[in-house]
């Protein structure tokens, strides 16, 4: 079975400072993993994907992401938050290429102060 | 060029009706996958079309809800004597093809609020 945990349902960071979104999955198969952003009346847009290709995934707007096996985590990360990336992030599982099935965890909404 | 579009935007109904919610995907996408998002929840899968492979229904909730696909494009989800609980956002992406190396583009949703 597949399943993702976002341990934080909620992340306030200030302007300027590292963003630590974490990520927990759970797969009996080797996994593709993404994340998706929501920006507030707008629709999911990808923001990057592990596909067992290299562990240090960059995305969009400085956003990157690390698949760690071992700890079975993908954790996205972001070196300086900026105002435009408050919205909420979507960390997503499913089973290799032959997946039909995208399971979401249940979102963290991050804040930027300014 | 046109993204995934969802009609309507909002729809409210009473509780016992039937209602049919659309999408339009991008064009030349032959995965369609649909999504129930719930507040305070992740998305929920209900249903991915595929070309012309039978749908995986696997993750429709009842049999009040069903899904079809015209074409290959257009898809229509229906859900059936409304029940307050089906109040959700109804999201819908496309994906130039199956698989889960594919990203899905998504549309911007349909609110349904069931009285």
């Known amino acids: 079975a597949q399943s993702v945990t976002q341990l934080d349902s909620h992340v306030s960071v200030s302007e300027g400072t590292p963003v630590l979104l974490r990520c927990n999955y759970s797969s009996s198969y080797s996994p593709s993993l993404f994340w998706y952003v929501q920006h507030p009346n707008k629709g999911l847009q990808l923001l990057l994907k592990?596909?067992?290709?290299?562990?240090l995934v960059k995305g969009i707007n400085g956003f990157e992401a690390e698949f760690k096996k071992s700890e079975t985590s993908f954790h996205l990360t972001k070196p300086s938050a900026h105002m435009s990336d408050a919205a909420e992030y979507f960390c997503?599982?499913?089973?290799?290429?032959?997946?039909?099935?995208?399971?979401f965890g249940t979102g963290t909404s991050l804040t930027v102060i300014p | 060029g046109a993204g995934v579009s969802q009609s309507p935007s909002n729809k409210v109904t009473e509780k016992g009706k039937d209602v049919e919610l659309r999408c339009d995907p991008i064009s030349g996408h032959t995965a369609l996958y649909w999504y129930r998002q719930s507040l305070g929840q992740g998305l929920e899968f209900l249903i991915y079309?595929?070309?012309?492979?039978?749908?995986?229904k696997s993750g429709l909730p009842s049999d009040r809800f069903s899904a079809e696909r015209t074409g290959g494009s257009v898809s229509t989800l229906t859900i059936q004597r409304t029940q307050q609980e089906d109040s959700a956002v109804y999201l819908c992406?496309?994906?130039?093809?199956?698989?889960?190396?594919?990203?899905?583009?998504f549309g911007p949703g349909t609110r349904l609020t069931v009285l």
């Open positions: 997503v599982v499913t089973v290799g290429d032959t997946g039909n099935q995208f399971y």
């Open positions: 592990y596909t067992s290709a290299a562990t």
């Open positions: 992406a496309s994906s130039p093809r199956g698989g889960g190396n594919n990203e899905q583009f």
């Open positions: 079309f595929q070309g012309n492979s039978a749908p995986d």
